[in-house]
């Protein structure tokens, strides 16, 4: 909170690209940052079949590739915690950045940034929908159920540990 506001523009560039070309290798879209907030979508404007799998193997990736970055520029010490939720959102291809208008807009949105909030630092945490669909090519811890703001019941929540095999290969084999 006493840093000088450039300082930490000059911390985050190297953060913000780190998280962008990731999130677009795995097929996300940069939907803004917001100070050291990074929301992505994955299946806007493109969906894949796959999407819940990209998004969650796209997170685990984001959190090595910072760890990379904080050994390669000693000091820099970014320290991060991610969330992803599945579910359907209103998606505006011809969204007005300048105007403030975000690409996708919908409560998996806002689930998601209440789960990032719990998430414990350096971990992806995923909701049900993410954990029923990925549960076949990722390693997954149980959390104890949360309660977040607007939802009625506590989430039951999972953290990732790892991605089974690599990314197209048939977990079976």
Not at 13 to 28: D, F, H, I
Request: hydrophobic share 45%; proline share 5%.
């Amino acid at each position: 909170d006493q840093a000088d506001p450039e300082d930490i523009r000059s911390t985050l560039r190297p953060y913000y690209a780190c998280v962008r070309q990731e999130l677009v290798r795995w097929g996300g879209t940069v939907e803004k940052f917001i100070g050291d907030a990074v929301m992505a979508a994955f299946g806007a404007p493109v969906g894949h079949e796959d999407d819940a799998e990209r998004a969650v193997r796209a997170a685990l990736r984001i959190v090595e590739a910072v760890q990379e970055l904080n050994a390669a520029e000693p000091g820099l010490e970014l320290a991060l915690r991610a969330a992803v939720t599945t579910g359907e959102a209103v998606v505006g291809r011809g969204a007005r950045r300048v105007e403030g208008e975000g690409v996708a807009t919908g409560d998996v949105v806002n689930t998601a940034a209440r789960l990032q909030a719990i998430a414990p630092v350096g971990a992806v945490v995923v909701d049900e929908a993410t954990y029923r669909t990925t549960r076949h090519l990722v390693d997954y811890e149980a959390l104890d159920p949360v309660s977040v703001k607007e939802q009625v019941e506590p989430m039951r929540v999972w953290r990732a540990k790892a991605s089974r095999g690599r990314y197209g290969a048939d977990p079976a084999e």
